[in-house]
């Protein structure tokens, strides 16, 4: 079975910090993918990024910035010089190569940045 | 539009009462999901369309709900006999196959089971 940690259920933040999201993740299988999602307040989720079990290269997308680490079975997530839009809830998800495309979600971080 | 269609956006059905859920998914898009998110449990999987073949229905929380797909495209959620515990949001997503690519998300229905 699959599962997927987010630890921090509410981070608050001024404008322009930096703020790392965690994800652990627990999986037998050695070919899986992690994935992030934003939701932000309309409630449809967004996907942001998709990163295979057999890439551990980082990856920068504007501010944003994603650090997975196998060794630690975590997929972290970086906003560089937070924004007020960037206040949504952030879901982490695995899926397995041999269970179809099903999403097993994090419990999801809901992230403030104030002005 | 050429997003994930979900309707009704606002559903609010008497205790006992059958209620039906659609989706529309991005036309091409062979894989369809339905997820569940409610405030104790998070976002839950509940059942899976791959093309023709038979759903994986393993995550349906009991046999009051069940799910069909109609020439490959747009699907019915159906839950029987609500129960209040059945409110949540309910979430569809496609994608273009089933080899882990990106899912595509609806906006859901909100279902208020009073």
């Known amino acids: 079975a699959q599962k997927v940690t987010q630890a921090q259920t509410e981070i608050s933040v001024v404008e322009k910090e930096d703020v790392t999201l965690d994800c652990v993740y627990e999986?037998?299988?050695?070919?899986?993918?992690l994935f992030w999602y934003k939701q932000p307040p309309s409630g449809e989720l967004v996907f942001l990024i998709r990163?295979?079990?057999?890439?551990?290269q980082n990856e920068i997308s504007g501010r944003y910035s994603w650090n997975f680490q196998k060794s630690t079975s975590s997929f972290n997530f970086t906003i560089t010089a937070s924004q007020v839009v960037d206040s949504a809830v952030y879901f982490c998800?695995?899926?397995?190569?041999?269970?179809?495309?099903?999403?097993?979600f994090g419990g999801g971080t809901r992230l403030m940045v104030k002005p | 539009g050429a997003g994930v269609s979900q309707s009704p956006s606002n559903k609010v059905t008497e205790k006992g009462k059958d209620v039906e859920l659609r989706c529309d998914p991005i036309?091409?898009?062979?894989?369809l999901y339905w997820y569940r998110q409610s405030l104790g449990q998070g976002l839950e999987f509940l059942i899976y369309f791959q093309g023709n073949s038979a759903p994986d229905k393993s995550g349906l929380p009991s046999d009051r709900f069940s799910a069909e797909r109609t020439g490959g495209s747009v699907s019915t959620l159906t839950i029987q006999r609500t129960q209040q515990e059945d409110s949540a949001v309910y979430l569809c997503?496609?994608?273009?196959?089933?080899?882990?690519?990106?899912?595509?998300f609806g906006q859901g229905t909100r279902l208020t089971v009073v």
């Open positions: 999986t037998r299988d050695t070919t899986y993918y």
């Open positions: 990163r295979n079990s057999f890439d551990e």
């Open positions: 036309s091409g898009h062979t894989a």
């Open positions: 998800a695995l899926s397995v190569v041999n269970a179809g495309n099903m999403l097993t």
């Open positions: 997503a496609s994608s273009p196959d089933s080899w882990n690519t990106e899912a595509f």
